[in-house]
């Protein structure tokens, strides 16, 4: 971590908003000056404005913000809406023919939908799910490739009340399952497969998989025709969508929904043990996830808005499935893998649809850099005015490459921190008028109330002093809670310091200016690709294989990815010979992908005799976070039991 503090410390760069951008910029600097003094002012007042300009109300809610149940938070708690006629209705009028989603398929097929096309798919599919029973508060899972037809599921559930949970097409069946279960869902979309890196995934098989044994809540599966191979179909529990969807009516009358009503859990990792269902509210999320689409990207009419996020995580469900919606934008759908056939996929597909506004992870522009100027040299880029980075810190030299390379010198580049919890960006430039600092994410939006405290959680006052990142008032796209599990919730977020503040699990320090600097995880969480794995998670996944007896994983630092999982094994019985060494990893890094998706696979695995333990029995984590980045060892190690294993533990 010191060496974080060191690297970003050297960062002097500054870059003002280019004159040309914030000239035409919806936001100017006095715009955003008198939101932040209305925030300051009354905050209640000022979320309360917002939220009655920004949202269709079919109730006017008459209260902000109930707090009688803190840190449980409640925002517009008497109003009513329908998230998906504010997504779709609202546009028809004035956006019935304007294009709302572009999409590319992996094979290059390319599919445009209005906003009058896409009213009434989500329409039909709404209607297929009443047909099968879904009601107001039901759970449907959805398991499907970056397509069209998961926007469509996503706003359809929310246009009848359903609560939907999207699980990621890299999970395994066990993930989908595990998620299934928690959630206890009546129905899954999913689709037979989906492309990827020219590859089918084979999604209907997953989901067949995780059905087999368990998942008894789920009735009915409804599956997309995409891949075309051939996949087994359950007489009365599964539907294909060309069946069910497509013979419905192309209206749908909204179910009208309590403020509060969840809109959508989502799963995500967390220090121990099993993955937390995230549960948002519909009014609060919808709101932060319209207003951050609209200042943090500047959106407009004639723009083309590329968020490359799969819709199974955060990302592609705020700025995917309901934000650049809800702000009336074109967005662009892509399918698979960034660089397939070739490295200059991506660049390839912004030149086609003329994309204006791209949104990507640090690790797919490390990837992308990597592979030489030359590429994206070949595309015309010259419509992309903005730039957008999300998942993870960028580190400064990738920064200065998507700056020049990708953005030609002249586009901003807002660097957005946010989490599955927040539900929408908290801290990040306003493109026309923040100037921003390789590395930084600047400044809080205004509302949000971000502080770095230490351990005590008071606030840290030195510039460059890091400590925790907390927010210190509830706002409206909070989680509420996770699902079935409310202590968690408190005892994750708010325990820490007493419940007087959110604690979003990051470290972060303030430079001179006030600037965030996010340093990276506090707890047991690796930042893998952009994605976020428990380390407890994997542990677990490892110990379940026979072989197994005992299993440590930590975080390495890795050029692309940001960090790699490392981890060490410890072996039921005999440790095995170096012959079967090598076929035993092999095993278990398909185990671990297996049970988890191939994302959390083990980078590196060492089988070890045993794990260095302090005398009250905990693995010394830091040892082998140590070992595993190959650094020398400055911890007392005279207590391990058997030194000797220090050896086998650098690989030895
Ligand atoms: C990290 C993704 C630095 C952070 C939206 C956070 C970032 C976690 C940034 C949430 C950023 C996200 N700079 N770090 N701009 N954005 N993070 O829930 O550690 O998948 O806590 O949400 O990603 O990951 P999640």
Same mark, same amino acid.
């Given at each position: 971590m010191s060496q974080n503090i060191e690297s970003v410390l050297h960062e002097q760069r500054v870059f003002e908003p280019p004159v040309a951008f914030s000239r035409s910029a919806r936001m100017q600097a006095a715009d955003l000056e008198r939101l932040r003094r209305e925030a300051r002012e009354d905050p209640l007042g000022y979320w309360a404005r917002l939220a009655r300009e920004h949202i269709h109300w079919q109730k006017p809610f008459t209260r902000v913000l109930d707090d009688s149940a803190a840190p449980n938070y409640r925002w517009f708690t008497d109003g009513e809406l329908n998230v998906s006629v504010n997504c779709l209705d609202l546009h028809l009028t004035e956006r019935a023919d304007k294009t709302a989603i572009i999409f590319e398929g992996e094979a290059g097929d390319v599919r445009k939908l209005t906003y009058g096309q896409l009213h009434a798919e989500v329409s039909r599919c709404a209607?297929?799910?009443?047909? +099968?029973?879904?009601?107001?508060?039901?759970?449907?899972?959805?398991?499907? &490739? !970056?397509?069209? %037809?998961?926007?469509?599921?996503?706003?359809?559930? *929310?246009?009848?009340?359903? #609560?939907?949970?999207?699980?990621?097409?890299?999970?395994? *069946?066990?993930?989908?399952?595990?998620?299934? %279960?928690?959630?206890?869902?009546?129905?899954?979309?999913? *689709?037979?497969?989906?492309?990827?890196?020219?590859?089918?995934?084979?999604?209907?098989?997953a989901t067949d998989k995780?059905?087999?044994?368990?998942? /008894?809540?789920?009735?009915?599966?409804?599956?997309?025709?995409?891949?075309?191979?051939?996949?087994?179909?359950?007489?009365?529990?599964? /539907?294909?969508?060309?069946?069910?969807?497509?013979?419905?009516?192309?209206?749908?009358? &909204?179910?009208?929904?309590?403020? %509060?009503?969840? +809109?959508?859990?989502?799963?995500?990792?967390?220090? =121990?043990?099993?993955?937390?269902?995230?549960?948002?509210?519909?009014?609060?999320?919808? +709101?932060? *996830?319209? !207003?951050?689409?609209?200042?943090?990207?500047? !959106?407009?009419?004639?723009? #083309?808005?590329?968020? =490359?996020?799969?819709?199974?995580?955060? =990302?592609? /469900?705020?700025?995917?499935?309901?934000?650049? !919606?809800?702000?009336?934008? =074109?967005?662009? +759908?892509?399918e698979g893998a960034p660089t397939y056939p070739d490295g200059g996929r991506f660049w390839r597909v912004c030149a086609a649809h003329g994309v204006s506004i791209f949104y990507t992870a640090p690790t797919a522009i490390r990837a992308l850099m990597k592979l030489g100027d030359e590429i994206p040299a070949a595309y015309d880029l010259s419509k992309i005015r903005l730039l957008g980075s999300v998942g993870e810190p960028i580190n400064p030299e990738a920064w200065m490459w998507y700056h020049r390379v990708i953005g030609g010198g002249r586009c901003p580049i807002v660097d957005t921190w946010w989490q599955t919890e927040t539900g929408a960006i908290m801290i990040a430039p306003i493109p026309g008028v923040t100037a921003t600092k390789p590395g930084s994410c600047t400044q809080a939006l205004p509302g949000i109330e971000a502080e770095i405290v230490d351990d005590e959680g008071r606030p840290v006052m030195a510039a460059d002093a890091g400590g925790y990142l907390v927010i210190r008032r509830p706002w409206p796209s909070m989680l509420r809670t996770i699902w079935g599990d409310n202590a968690r919730y408190i005892e994750t977020y708010w325990s820490k310091f007493q419940n007087r503040y959110y604690v979003a699990g990051d470290s972060a320090h303030r430079d001179a200016d006030g600037y965030f600097w996010i340093m990276g995880r506090i707890d047991d969480v690796l930042n893998v690709a952009g994605h976020r794995l428990g380390t407890m998670e994997i542990e677990s996944a490892l110990v379940a294989h026979p072989r197994v007896a005992e299993a440590a994983v930590v975080g390495r630092p890795h050029e692309i990815k940001g960090e790699s999982v490392f981890a060490y094994v410890v072996c039921k019985g005999q440790r095995p010979s170096e012959s079967e060494l090598a076929t035993l990893k092999i095993e278990l890094r398909a185990w671990v992908g297996e049970q988890l998706g191939a994302i959390a696979k083990p980078d590196e695995l060492r089988i070890v005799e045993n794990l260095p333990k302090t005398r009250s029995g905990k693995i010394m984590r830091r040892l082998l976070r140590a070992i595993a980045r190959g650094e020398s060892i400055t911890q007392d190690v005279s207590t391990l039991e058997n030194p000797a294993i220090l050896e086998q533990l650098r690989g030895g």
């Open positions: 209607n297929s799910l009443r047909a +099968l029973g879904i009601e107001p508060g039901d759970r449907v899972v959805i398991y499907m &490739p !970056l397509v069209p %037809e998961a926007v469509v599921a996503m706003q359809a559930c *929310a246009r009848i009340g359903a #609560v939907h949970s999207v699980v990621f097409g890299g999970f395994s *069946a066990l993930s989908l399952k595990d998620r299934i %279960e928690d959630a206890g869902a009546r129905c899954v979309i999913t *689709a037979d497969g989906g492309w990827r890196g020219g590859q089918i995934v084979e999604l209907k098989a995780a059905l087999a044994d368990g998942c /008894h809540s789920v009735e009915h599966v409804i599956v997309l025709r995409r891949s075309g191979q051939a996949i087994s179909m359950q007489e009365g529990r599964d /539907h294909w969508w060309h069946d069910i969807v497509a013979t419905q009516a192309s209206v749908c009358e &909204p179910v009208w929904v309590n403020a %509060e009503h969840p +809109l959508f859990l989502l799963y995500t990792s967390g220090s =121990t043990g099993r993955p937390k269902g995230i549960q948002h509210s519909s009014a609060g999320y919808f +709101l932060n *996830a319209k !207003l951050t689409s609209q200042w943090v990207f500047d !959106l407009r009419d004639d723009d #083309v808005f590329w968020c =490359t996020a799969d819709v199974g995580w955060i =990302t592609g /469900h705020s700025y995917v499935a309901y934000g650049p !919606l809800a702000a009336g934008a =074109t967005l662009v +759908l892509y």
